[in-house]
């Protein structure tokens, strides 16, 4: 069953309160990174085109003192979203109130308000009821489009739609088309690849994804738990020791299909290694610690990606921030890339940003805008901010 869109609404000379994903980075006043304020555009124009009155609603950062109010203050964002839009986007400097409502009354239709960060309101992330229905109050319908922040309960993204006809726009229906893709009726082979430092985060995803995938690979620093599991040497390489069960359980019910590395770059020190090497998995002598996959490792990730039809990847190889230790993430950016006739997810966070950085973006099927709620949905986890909304 699909959800209903936003061109299920009669969105003509409505106010629509959009809950946007405009928590994007920025050092002081400059965005270093616009990519989700692009990606909510085609909501957006849709909505002007078609003669609704546009309320966009967002966090940005984390709000907790008054220097984080300063700090995250979204008249940044609007400055931006004009200059993309090329169209006027009027800020208002309010999160409630005579101000915000007086602009939303002057509203005409194929206008646009953005206002300011809803983390301003400390009732946001507890999902406030009172805040959440004075919100609604400001509109006649609302359209989720913040697939970043739909896997929270905030008030902006489960309390308004529990007041007002609902939609998601196109942007969560790309999203929840290619992940749901990738979940439910994936083509075969299904090959995911996870990396990253940490098993502890990846535990539901690589659980799931056992069941679901045909085969799964496993680099960065959490393969280093599954080599302690193993019984093999780490050295000083991360480790989660009270996941080394886990990790055992993982090995045993992924039997013949979960991939481990079988070299691994080492260093004697993260920060200024004067000694860099490869050696075989589970042969890291004492004082070094494993910090990329090897190219051994890489040409067999390679072999068993060949013939791939859906390709998930989240994390890392190893600490690609170091240019030493980026090969890993970089070959298998690039065999992803260059993979014929594969749908390619990238499930956010860092293997986003190394795809975007390394120019090969445009490569890749999907690019999910929500590395959390991109993991939690491969999970199998339901998002509030979707569950919210009706099918069809
Ligand atoms: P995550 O947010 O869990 O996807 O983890 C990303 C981080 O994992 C990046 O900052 C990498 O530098 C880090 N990482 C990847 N491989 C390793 C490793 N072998 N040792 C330590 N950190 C790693």
Redesign the pocket.
Known sequence: MAKVTVKDLDVKGKRVIVRVDFNVPHKGDVITDDNRIVAALPTINYLTENGAKVILLSHLGKVKTDEDKVKNDMSIVAKRLAEVQNAPVKFVNATRGEELESAVNAMNEGEIILMQNTRYEPGESKNDPELGAYWASLGDLFVEDAFGSVHRAHASTVGIPTHLPSAVGFLVEKELSFLGGALNNPGRPFVAIL????VS??IGVIENLLKIADKVLIG??M??TFAAAEGKKIGN??LEADKIDLAKDFMAKGEGKLFLPVDTVIANDFDAPTDIKTVASGEIPDGY????IGDATIAEFQKELEGAKTVFW????????KPE?AKGTIEICKTLAELDGATTIIGG???ASAAKNLGFAEKFSHISTGGGASLEFMEGKELPGVAVIAEK
Not at 289 to 292: R, S
Not at 314 to 321: A, D, K, L, R
């Open positions: 990396g990253g430092a940490k985060d990846k960065g620093g393969a280093y390489s991360l610690m494993g910090l990329d989240n994390g890392p190889m190893g600490v690609f921030e230790f966070g860092d293997s």
